[in-house]
Each structure stands twice: as C-alpha cells, then as structure tokens.
C-alpha cells in the first residue's frame, strides 16, 4: 500500500517540475536567432496603446505605440516610441497587447515610401530574463 502510494505521489509531482524546467528554458536560443537573422529590428518594449484598425475574415489588425526599453537589432534608441502593426485571430483581448513584450519587427515601405514595422509571425515574446540574456548574447555575436 505504502509502495502504490509513494508512486502515486511521484506521478502528481514529478510532471509539473519537468513542465516549469522546459518554460524556463524557452524559447531556445537557436530559435531566437533564426527569427533575429529574419526581421529588421529587434527590441523590448512596453505597450502604451493599442488598438484594432481593421479585420478581414477571423483575423484583426492591431496598431501597437510602445517605447523602446532596450534595442537588440536596428535603429531604435531606448526612449524611442514606436508604432507596430501586428496581425492576430479575432477575439484576442487588449490585454494580450499590454506590459513589456519583446518583439522581432519586420521594415517595409508603404505607398508614401514611409517605413512601417509589423511582427514577425508568431515570435512576440513575454519579457524574460532568460531571453533578454540570450538576446544580448546573440547581439554581441552578430557585432563581431
């Protein structure tokens, strides 16, 4: 009895610490440097303001202000404040676009020739210290 009880307890534990173990390692650092090598600009920001300005089937476009508190690729300066587009599924909620992120942003011309960034598909970041760390790390290697 006490054998199947001692098992039993191992199994609840045990699961959860594996879990949290794999989430303080993500995202891996080969995955941050892919999606560094694809965009424009890298930086960890904090949102200031967003809003929808559009939806088109079961998606929504969001306009993102937000100040840049540390620039990992591109031209940004901390202090800058910045405006993003970033493409969701409809029904996310605003608070999904608030706090510090990090995001990786992509640079194109519009009709005017103005520069616009919009996300990287599905690589905005919650702030880590764990991806900060591996940010700078990559940041210092592409400047050798």
Not at 27 to 41: E, G, T
Not at 85 to 106: D, M, P, Q, S, W
């Amino acid at each position: 009895m006490t054998v199947c009880l001692r098992v039993i307890m191992i199994l609840l534990v045990v699961p959860p610490c594996l879990l949290t173990q794999d989430n303080d390692n993500w995202p891996p650092l080969s995955y941050l440097r892919n999606d560094y090598k694809a965009v424009s600009a890298v930086a960890h920001i904090r949102i200031q303001q967003a809003e929808i300005t559009g939806r088109v089937g079961g998606y929504e476009n969001w306009k993102i202000n937000a100040v840049v508190l540390e620039s990992f690729k591109g031209k940004f300066k901390k202090g800058d404040v910045i405006e993003y587009f970033h493409g969701a599924e409809a029904g996310l909620k605003r608070e999904y676009f608030t706090g510090e992120k990090i995001v990786f942003l992509l640079a194109e011309r519009d009709r005017d020739r103005k520069l616009r960034y919009s996300v990287l598909e599905n690589s905005t970041l919650p702030y880590t210290n764990d991806s900060v760390r591996k940010l700078r790390l990559i940041r210092k290697n592409r400047k050798r």
